[in-house]
Structures are given as structure tokens and as C-alpha cells.
């Protein structure tokens, strides 16, 4: 497939996981990948390239509002183009509320909400004088149902879905499409870690039993980013394999 063929891509937190799998998919649908993640991505970089894909990295923290935008007009000044932003950088600090640090709030908040602010933007500015682009952010299900031990996770997530139906709003004008992704339980080195029982009571909860792979948020994200989805905007697509209804 090259439905995406000449377009111009950035997804943060690509160096591993869900996003190197974006980054991959994406590059495979035919975009050129710009790579950003906090360590540098040169394995999502290489393996692209290795594909026959076309990809670049570069080391930036979303959570630098200075930084992220030089990186989005780095881009822009370097391709003429931004088509595409997956915003996927994200990090935990897991406690219940009355253990709950406060740098611990200030950074997951500062990385998976400030981070999305960061980046969209300088993105949406371009985007607006294309009249053109998709934005596509990766939220959870904890931001839709909440989970004991993570409220500063679930109100960062939850604050990013509102961010996307604003930003919906507000760019459907100009051919923008902003729509948010909201994974499960997805099978990464965190999940990977579970005890069996853990691993039981999880997949009891969930209509498909078994863990998503990267690669199931990859299809979902290629779609809301194809030439089909031009008239999806405002969606939180739900990817938990029935975690959540």
C-alpha cells in the first residue's frame, strides 16, 4: 500500500512499542517518518529504512515547549510539508492518590497532555495553512472508565480526549481531522511483567482474550490517517479488544 505516499509524518515516542510500531506502519503505508522520542529511535530508524521505508529520528522531549516546536519547524522547513502527527509519547508514575508524589502528577501530566500541546501547536499552524493534515492522539481506555492507582495517568489521558474534540472542532474548517485512540491492554515489556494470576484476572476482562499487539493501535492510527477516514474527525477510537463498551 502507499495511500500515504509523499507525505510527511512525525510520531513522538517511536524509539519502542506502540510507537515504533506507528512509525513502521505509517513509512510502510508510504509516509516519510520523522521519529522523535526522548532516547534516541536509530532501531525504529534503521528497521524502516531496512524495509525499503523512509525514515529520520531526531531526540526531543515533548515536555520542552521550546524544543518540540523547533523540532515541528525543523520539519517543515526541511520537507515543505507536515501532513501527519501521531502524538504517542507517554510515561506512568503509578500510585494511589494519598501516596501520589507531586513531581509524579507534574510529570506524567507534563509529557502526555503539555507534551500533545507541545507539538500540535506549531503542527496545526501549518497544517491550517495547507488546509490539510490529520493529528491523531494516543490516549486509553483508563481516560475514558479510570483505574484505581493511576489518577494522574487517567486525567492526563481524559484531558487529552477533550483536547481532541476541541481541536476537532476547531480545524474541521481547514480539512484537519484530529481524532484520539484509546488502547487497552497492550502487550509491552509492562504486561509482559505480569504474574500469571495477573495475567488471568486482565484477560477475564476483556471480550478478545488476549493481550493487543503494537501492531493492532498501528492499524487503527494508518486508518484515521488514510485517504477512507477524510470525514472521521472528533472520534475516540476504541482499541481494548472489549475492555471497554
Known amino acids: 500500500m502507499a495511500e500515504l505516499q509523499g507525505q510527511v509524518a512525525v510520531v513522538t515516542g517511536a524509539a519502542r512499542g506502540i510507537g515504533r510500531a506507528i512509525a513502521e506502519r505509517l ?23 531496512a524495509a525499503g521505508g523512509a525514515a529520520e529520528g531526531v531526540v526531543s522531549d ?47 501530566l507534563g509529557i502526555n497532555l503539555d507534551g500533545a500541546f507541545n507539538l500540535t501547536q506549531p503542527a496545526a499552524r501549518i497544517m491550517i495553512k495547507q488546509r490539510s493534515g490529520r493529528i491523531v492522539n494516543i490516549a486509553s481506555v483508563v481516560g475514558l472508565m479510570g483505574n484505581a492507582g493511576q489518577a ?17 472542532r476547531e480545524l474541521g474548517p481547514r480539512n484537519v481531522t484530529v481524532n484520539a485512540i484509546a488502547p487497552g491492554y497492550i502487550r509491552t515489556p509492562m504486561t ?7 495475567r488471568a484476572a486482565l484477560l477475564a476482562a476483556v471480550a478478545i482474550p488476549r493481550l493487543g499487539e503494537p501492531a493492532d493501535v498501528a492499524a487503527a492510527v494508518a486508518f484515521l490517517c488514510s485517504p477512507g477516514a477524510a470525514y472521521i474527525t472528533g472520534v475516540v477510537l476504541n482499541v481494548s479488544g472489549g475492555l471497554y463498551m
Do not use: M
Open 27 to 49: 513509512a510502510r503505508d508510504g509516509a516519510r517518518v520523522v521519529c522523535s522520542d526522548v532516547v534516541d529511535p536509530v532501531e525504529t530508524v534503521g528497521a524502516i529504512v
Open 152 to 168: 494522574n495517568y487517567a486525567a492526563s489521558k481524559a484531558g487529552l480526549i477533550g483536547f481532541t474534540k476541541a481541536l476537532a
Open 62 to 108: 515533548v515536555s520542552d515547549g521550546a524544543a518540540a516546536a523547533a523540532v515541528v519547524t525543523a520539519i517543515h522547513e526541511r520537507h515543505g510539508r507536515l501532513d501527519i502527527l501521531v502524538n504517542n509519547a507517554g510515561i506512568t508514575r503509578d500510585a494511589l492518590l494519598i501516596r501520589l508524589k507531586p513531581e509524579d502528577w507534574r510529570a506524567v
Open 192 to 198: 509482559e511483567a505480569l504474574t500469571d494470576a495477573q
